[in-house]
């Protein structure tokens, strides 16, 4: 089975192609949400370098709404174009220990975490304002802390970025819905502000 992982809901993007056997090629790259130029050039090398996928895997985030959005639009015109099956994860799951934790900026004075145990969440990605975070982390004080962004009011966390590698390798052990819709998660409600009359 050839998977085409696409990964752009952090600051680092990147691209994945993997068979079966788990050979395969990716690329890591600046992801700029106003320039998804870099993006285009380093699938369309994978795709010239390893030809059409079987399966298509997304990360939904959380992370940059534009990045993910990105990935799934254009996840959704290479499926047109060849029938691919796409399955989404969240990008949460893509990293590489069994066993970790991962938290984020969520704007509005808010955080999110997620607990994942070997590719699944088994908590989260759910919001948590700073003191709540705070609490939530000391009770995992042997597990790796990662976010994608430094986060100065918390010390021992690590900054990483979520692998398209890694989503597929997910996608290879996971079982696939073909009825998928591809979402990005969201962590709230949309804010909507209403244009005075």
């Known amino acids: 089975m050839k998977v085409l992982a696409l990964e752009l809901s952090s600051s680092l993007g990147s691209v994945a192609f993997l068979d079966e056997t788990g050979a395969g090629q990716a ?27 079987e399966v298509i895997v997304v990360g939904l985030g ?7 959005r ?45 607990h994942v145990v070997r590719g699944r969440c088994v908590e989260g990605p759910t919001l948590a304002t700073e003191e709540e ?23 021992k966390i690590s900054v990483a970025h979520p692998s398209a590698r890694q989503l597929a390798e997910l996608a290879l052990q996971v079982g ?3 009825g998928q819709t591809l979402e990005p998660i969201y962590l709230r409600e949309p804010y909507i502000t209403i244009a005075k009359k």
């Open 62 to 68: 959380p992370g940059s709404y534009a990045g993910t």
């Open 70 to 114: 990105i990935a799934i639009a254009t996840a959704l015109g290479l499926q047109a174009a060849s029938g691919a099956r796409l399955v989404g994860l969240p990008s949460v799951c893509a990293y590489e220990p069994d066993e970790y934790v991962v938290v984020g900026d969520a704007r509005r004075n808010s955080f999110f975490f997620a």
């Open 176 to 178: 696939f819905d073909p």
């Open 27 to 53: 690329q890591i790259f600046p992801a700029d949400r106003k320039d998804s130029g870099s993006f285009y050039e380093n699938l369309q090398a994978i795709y010239r370098n390893c030809g059409a996928p």
């Open 133 to 155: 975070l705070r609490a939530k982390l000391s009770s995992w004080p042997h597990q790796p802390i990662f976010a994608a962004q430094p986060l100065p009011q918390f010390a």
